[in-house]
């Protein structure tokens, strides 16, 4: 079992590279019917007729799918907490598409009236199978030492 | 049937106020298991020892609702259709919170090189049944003039 990672553990410019995801058409479909329902997210004939031309996946489902990647791919302790940050929708995101999510620390701010905590920002990069970045993204999360207890 | 929106409708300063939708403690586990799967999301008895102390939703599953309620409150003739912003989760979003999204156009820039087309910037807030924001993003908007194909 790998040791989940603790403020003391990070540094800046460590590295994290995600598992691939592969957005397939239905899924794109699924989600947008949900939570995006516009021509060019549900209906592949309608999306002809819309600025992309075709079927192109909602930017809240990379969005989504991406967490889901971050979630695996950065072992912290109390989980990954995000209170948001810069959030870029580089390229469209098509059928058959393989995301993966690649993070760098980029910054370690420790809190000035809670020891043991930190503001760390990341820079997460939703790539695709040829390397083009789809999304991007700068979340600042919260991390705390092994010793503290987060709701302390 | 109401007239949709193109870019010579819109002014600096017009609201959108969407319908409200209630976060149910079902969808939010549902969401969470499938992208964004931590205990304080997805287990309410296991969320009692997280940072929250209790059951709260994915700020993407905040997100994806918020999209729903703006596709449905910002009626643009060619769809909303944006490149992402500024994104940040103000407070958590508990089970039973009735979300509303509340939209202002704050900058409408022109295309220098594409006549007829803009970037629209919006200011929207996901607030709760008593107002309290909980999601604040800015997203840039591509906006056409009506008698522009966006395909051109």
Chains 1, 2 share one sequence.
Request: proline letters at 7%.
């Amino acid at each position: 079992m790998t040791r989940k990672l603790a403020l003391e553990d990070l540094s800046v410019g460590d590295t994290f590279e995600s598992a691939e995801h592969v957005m397939e058409a239905d899924a794109i479909i699924a989600f947008a019917s949900e939570f995006d329902p516009q021509p060019f997210h549900t209906d592949p004939v309608a999306a002809k007729d819309s600025f992309f031309g075709t079927l192109v996946a909602s930017g809240w489902h990379t969005g989504a799918v991406s967490m889901r990647l971050l979630t695996e791919s950065l072992p912290f302790e109390h989980g990954v907490i995000g209170s948001g940050g810069p959030l870029t929708w580089a390229s469209p995101v098509y059928p058959g598409d393989a995301l993966r999510v690649l993070t760098r620390i980029e910054e370690i701010v420790p809190s000035r009236s809670k020891p043991g905590r930190a503001r760390v920002v990341v820079h997460c990069q939703t790539v695709d199978q040829a390397g083009e970045v789809k999304q991007d993204f700068r979340p600042n999360l919260m991390v705390w030492s092994r010793d503290v207890d987060p709701q302390g």
